[in-house]
């Protein structure tokens, strides 16, 4: 076959799975389960093979809308460095998800559906990957929002996991807006869509430096709506009512990277823009960063946990777009974050299932000896997360810190405190979870997952631990170190420790409950409660002012108007009919009179 | 000489006389009187014209006077009818005045 | 000579016409009307036309007017009683009327062959009942005939409208 399509394969592929699946196996679990895995392990596979040969050809394109000399927009393909490494990651990762899911789905209601939406989900995510123009890849962006909506309301009998995609949908698209603004801004001033061609006519720009920096900002908004920066985090905590592989998959390594890769695939813009444009997108991503970590030491959801434990860690990707020299730092951290969180959600997952869906950390515990492997994945995972020296995590996050420290120093102290945070909420998911005795029944008589669910685990475990070493990573990515001086790494070491120290204080011993109770971080800063009202007041008043619109104007004037004025035209010329014969022949004679004068004197 | 501009503006002034009796009178009748009064100043123009176009053989244009002829027979019938009509109707509503034939009032 | 019957004749024609439109009792209206027709036939003798005025003088002053006395004696209608005066009505009808009469004046004045005297004839005197009759029922002979059934219609019409109940 020739090397040349293995990109369109690896495309479509899934496409074609899940309609395959959608049409032919609508009622066939097993069978749609094992298309679904076939089709993702032939993507991988590919991958590899398209990663290991880099002489392939670096863009191929179908034209797809064509105006002749006015507009085109082709559905192309670029393989660059950064395309190939995301490739690998995503169908890798999506490999050990579908695996996954065949062992945690067991026995729902519609595992076709999930593993059409699985695979739908895949295809538009290795479309924003491939993509070589803006508007394939906001074409591809909106699909992964449709995939994510579909998985999040998996259990759509739920009302929760109804409204949780709904508000996903909804507020990714409110990124989205500033999103296509920005396209568009771009498109103006460049002509092109195309990513190298815009690059190419950067010169240009750079002459309008407030309209650049206006349009790179409006680009960015589409990253504050889908990897859930501050303030449009909102939806990422309540996406963890789909279920768990599809929380591990989408909404902590690959779609909600979407955003991260986005910017690191336009780096040569930012760059070009004022100083300014990274300067916002570092202080957005230190303050989600901050405050996340926040939020997240007070959740008791262990699902939630991690959730925000992710939108604490896209800010740490964000801070590395801000205040790195080339997009390679940001992306190592997500290089390395896609598989240690894709493995602590699994391993979520496996500690769900068998204590038989149950999330709240307060009735786990004690499972280290009940659960062993998944304890230890998930222990690799966590120390990961938290940056525990010689675990992947570290180097990558580390390096971020140090950037912040030689370009932004306010930066640097909010993103080396929220290493306290990752810490602290790690150590005490960890303690709670596996160590001491269980709190309820379920976790007293928890088993180890089935062997479909904790390969996966165990696969994962690898990378988690070796994934930052420079001997792996330089294989991937190129990556530009920090330059700082040592004083920093020893703050960031400081502040692991403090942090690992409280948790163990508060929760090594195994209390019952929380000892802590923050109402301000539990209750997630009180912004889920001010997005309600702000959207009860909007929507309110609009739909008043709408319904008084409809009622006054439309129905009043508008038809009722139109109708009464017929009628009152109708009884003037009614007025005409006096039923007097000489008033008739008044106005016939006048009539004749008038037509004569006009006949003859005209 | 009397000319044909003399005979046609009689003619004329008859017809107004005849257009003021339908419009102001208010008795049937009378309106019926002028309308008769219009029909012959139609026919006094007619002989008029008919004396004006004469013929190669130096005769006035029969032609007209024929027409006349005929407006005479038929305004005849149409008096016959009409005068018909005011009795049925008068039969029916006892009146003449023609403001009480208002049924087709809105 | 035939100025002077022309004049005084027009005169009498529209002076009794007036008095139809004027007079309040029915009767002196129907007696001024005839006047008016006799006025009219003389005018049709001073334009030669000897057929036509005596049969306006049969047909309409002779037949029709007697048809409108008995009328008016049959339904035994009274003089009109005075009443007040509608000016807006009575103003709508004479502003007709003027219009009227400024028109036709205008396009009698404007007409080429309006101050033109009447050519002579061949020969003056002459019963034309001849011509007439021959121009008639030569040129015309068809619409004699309608006018035959015309008149057959209307009598049936007459009779028909004029029983007690209209069965």
Redo the contacts between chains.
Sequence with gaps: MDPQLYPWIILFAPLVAAAFILFVLPRHNVAAGAVGIATVALTCFLSWKVFLDPSLAVTAQINWIEVPGVFAVPIGIILDNLSRVMLVVVTTIATLVFIYSAGYMRGDEGIPRYYASLSLFLFSMLGIVLADNFVMMFIFWELVGVSSYLLIGHYFRKDSAADAAKQAFTVNRVGDFGFMLGILMLWLATGSIMFAGIEENLSALTLHPGYLTAACLLVFCGTIGKSAQMPLHVWLPNSMEGPTPVSSLLHAATMVAAGVYMLARIFPILLAAPDVVREVIMWIGAVTCFAAGLMAIQQDDIKRILAYSTISQLGYMVVGIGVGATGDVAMFHLFTHAFFKCLLFLCAGSVIIALHHEQDIWKMGGLLTRMPVTALCMLAGGLALAGVPFFSGSFSKDNIIEWAWLNNRTGFWITAGAVLLTALYTFRLLMVVFLGKPRADHAAHAKESPLVMTLPLVILAVPAVIAGYPWFISHFFDIPYAEAPAIAHKIVLGFLAAGAVLAALLYLRGPAKDPVRIPLFANRLYIDNFYNWLVARVQGGLAVLGSWFDRWIIDGLIVTGSARTVWATGYVLRLLQLGNLQAYAFFFGAGVLLVLYFLVFR | ??????????S????????????????L??????L??ML?AA??SL??F???G?TA????D??A??L???I??????????G??????L??LRQT?H??D?????? | MLTILFWVFSVLMLASAAAVVLFRNPVNSAMSLVLSFLALAALFVTLDAYFIGIIQVLVYAGAVMVLFLFIIMLLDLKAEARRKLNIAALAGGLGVLGGFVVLIVQVIKSLPTGADQFPALARTGYSDAYDVGMTLFGNFNLPFQIIGVLLLVATVGVVLLSRRSLR
């Design positions: 000489m009397p000319t044909l501009g003399d005979y046609l503006l009689v004329g002034l008859l017809f107004s006389i005849g257009l003021a009796g339908v419009l102001l009178r208010r008795n009748l009378v309106i019926f009187m002028g008769e009064l012959n026919n006094l002989v008029a008919a004396r004006h004469v053989f130096g005769l006035p029969y032609n006077q024929v006349v002829f005929f005479i027979t038929v305004a005849a019938a149409e008096v016959a009818v005068l018909a009509i005011i009795v049925a008068y039969r003449t023609v403001e034939l208002d049924r087709l009032k809105f």
